[in-house]
């Protein structure tokens, strides 16, 4: 039941199918990636999520060839850090990334911030797309100015945007923004670190449904149409995060979740960023 769930996919602008519920590594050092994402793939897990800047590919390369499981059956998903913006200099890190993970393609390559330079790694990434080494490409941590720039000077329109979202965290006219061009917006930190868990709203609607707050955290972001990354290193959460597809929050709760929105950012705020 949860195997099957975790290989429910939403289609990207492109074709290609991701997988919705995925498994985020960061700070997971490079010597355990191997078994957490081991573990995750005998779950059922089919998208990891990892970045250059986690300095993980490795272990997650290696799980991924040793899990008996075909490539296309995987999706894995790498992003450039921003000191590697550049058309030079992002191609670079992407052969990097690659050899890191020990793959010939990743599913999704995404620009990490919107910092300086990143027209430039976009051109870098249209050119990798072309190339079929990235079968998607996308963004992470832009606001509307942000994608509205690179979609006035690119012929590619970001797949995805990867962007911290939460209940806490309610991005909501971001969200709409991505639903009317065909982004996929795609949670990070979905259950803000496990930092709101005890807030009390939250711990009543989780006991009515009889399912724990990371279980409410990321079906509400589920319920909106995203794609959430929870990350964890312990298979019984792993599994606990991966049991969200058996229930539904009726919309009188999930408006009464959308209200615990306080702008709660538990890493930078993008705003800051021209
Ligand atoms: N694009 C970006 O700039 C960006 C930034 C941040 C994160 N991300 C991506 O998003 C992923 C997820 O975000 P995140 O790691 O920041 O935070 P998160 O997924 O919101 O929370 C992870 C934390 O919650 C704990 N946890 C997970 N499931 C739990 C459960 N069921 N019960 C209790 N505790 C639980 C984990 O501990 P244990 O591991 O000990 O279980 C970990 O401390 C990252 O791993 C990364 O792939 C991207």
């Known amino acids: 039941m949860v195997a099957q769930s ?4 939403v289609t990207l602008n492109n074709g290609v199918r991701m997988p919705i519920l995925g498994l985020g590594v960061f700070k997971v050092p490079d010597e355990e990636t191997y078994r957490v994402v081991t573990e995750a793939l005998e779950i059922g897990y089919r998208h990891i999520d990892t970045a250059a800047y986690y300095q993980n590919e490795r272990g997650v390369g290696r799980a991924v060839g040793d899990s008996g499981l075909r490539r296309e059956d995987i999706f894995v998903t790498t992003k450039v850090w921003y000191n590697e913006h550049g058309r030079k200099e992002t191609l670079a890190a992407f052969d990097r990334s690659l050899e890191a993970l020990g793959l010939d393609y990743v599913d999704l390559y995404l620009v990490h ?3 300086e330079g990143r027209m430039e790694a976009w051109k870098a990434m249209e050119r990798i797309l072309d190339e079929g080494r990235a079968r998607a490409i996308g963004v992470s941590n832009y606001l509307v100015r942000h994608l509205d720039d690179t979609i006035a000077r690119s012929p590619v329109v970001p797949a995805v945007d990867q962007v911290e979202f939460s209940p806490f965290l309610y991005q909501k006219e971001l969200l709409s923004y991505c639903r009317s061009r065909g982004i996929v917006l795609e949670a990070y930190s979905p259950l803000a670190r496990g ?3 005890d807030d009390p709203r939250l711990v009543k609607l989780a006991s009515k449904y009889g399912r724990t707050p990371a ?4 079906r509400w972001v589920l319920q909106k149409g995203m794609v959430a990354i929870p990350k964890s290193a312990h298979p019984e959460r792993m599994r606990e995060n991966a049991s969200v597809f058996d229930f539904e929050i009726s919309a009188e709760d999930e408006a009464t979740m959308d209200r615990f929105d306080e702008g709660y950012h538990t890493t930078w705020d993008p705003e800051s960023i021209p």
């Open 6 to 9: 975790l290989s429910t996919t």
């Open 113 to 115: 911030w919107p910092r």
């Open 195 to 197: 930092r709101r868990f």
């Open 215 to 218: 279980q409410m955290m990321l």
